[in-house]
């Protein structure tokens, strides 16, 4: 079978979370004796392509890749829907005569890939890894940092989210000052001057609607999906209660690593408490570093694995904070290293303030007999059993992540111990098996 596989990005340039899964599904589809070829994009401001389509090869899976450079978005709604893009599309397709499209990713691709699929008559499928589908900032994280759950009937917290972000870009002025300063006001505001006559067909207008369409546009793209994939029941039900309309598959994500036993520890040795991840806001990174300085000096070790340059000057914040305690920077390291990370790990934290979906670090750890601690997000809290494979804390909570630290340094045989009943058995094989048996069903039916 002939599988095209559409992702944003891709190896070996970008090797986060959905670009893994997407590589993990392409060599296992090609071990089973398919045909996966990769989609994939360049970032418009990342080095230019000599030409707008390239083909490259990356652990023997064939890639083509559309350079964005060349076809820049010039408003909103180029960034979700974007007929320029048809004929490319429209060719790759051609060139590939795929059995199958499987989206892993739409972004650089837009909903216009759907209408190119459905005219050519192929059967398309999607797996949603965040919340692209309906929010404007893919998080569901509102303007003012408390979780959402998805556009309100004005779209005026969507609004709200993309003033957030305009109010924050240089040059600072008294007008995006103010705009800050009142999100959500603002955003009644203009979705009230669209409705005048004078700004109808202005450039505030199409700045408005831009926001207030994309939701129910994208919906009904997505309609024309034979299926989606979620990783998690709270993903799918995000998407149904924000107008899906067709079959949703839950089909956890695998990962490949050693499930070899940890070293057993000695009396007296610090609990070593580690993150994994991009160090930046959302993250919740300033959480942990915050609860962990609060800790008696020499009862636990913090290791930070992530690198500086989406928000440098949140890092070097959380450097100034950490001299003279034991928190180590640590950097990146190569993905297959990350069971190595692991094995030296008592805990992994993930404190984000947003609804992370199945992190695929969360599920390495508990693959390596890693127990974790996690905020009360829905997307992880699925697979945590407290006292059992890890401990859940209140989201954005720096005193109660300080509670369940106290708690492990307080008996740290018992945060041992957790070891023995942490681990998560499924693989990428499986997980591309499952995969496989919806394909089969899709182009059977």
Known sequence: MRVALFVHCFFPNHFYGTETYTFDLARNLRAMGHEPVVVSGIFHGEPKQE??????????????????????????KDSYYRPEMYNVLKDILSSIKPEIVHVTHLMNHTAVLLDVAEDLDLPIIASCTDFLGFCYNHKLEAADGTLCKGPNRGRTNCLACLLKVVAQDPPETFIRRLVGRYLLFSAHILNGLRRIPGFRKGKIARFVLDIVKRPDLLMKSYSKYRAVIVATKFLGDSYLSNGLTVPVHKIRFGVDLSRDPKRSKKK?????????????????????????CRLPEGAAELHLYGSDDTA??????????????????????????????????DFLCIPSIWYENSPLVLLNALASHTPVIVSDVEGMTEFVKEGENGYIFSRGDTNDLERVLRAIIGDPEKAWALTDTTEYERTTKTMTEDVLLLYYKILHH
């Not at 389509?53 to 909103?76: M, S």
């Not at 949140?314 to 920077?329: A, D, I, Q, T």
Request: some cysteine; hydrophobic content about 40%.
């Open 51 to 76: 030409k707008m389509v390239a083909h490259y090869e990356y652990a023997g899976i064939p890639v083509y890749c559309i350079d964005k450079n060349y076809l820049p978005d010039t408003r909103i």
């Open 268 to 292: 007296g040795m610090p609990i070593k408490l580690g993150f994994i991840g991009q160090i930046a806001p959302h993250k919740g990174t300033e959480i942990l570093v915050e609860a962990f």
């Open 312 to 345: 440098p000057e949140y890092f070097s914040r959380l450097r100034k904070r950490s001299v003279g305690r034991k928190v180590f920077f640590h950097g990146t390291f190569p993905k297959e290293k990350i069971g190595e990370v692991l094995s030296d790990m």
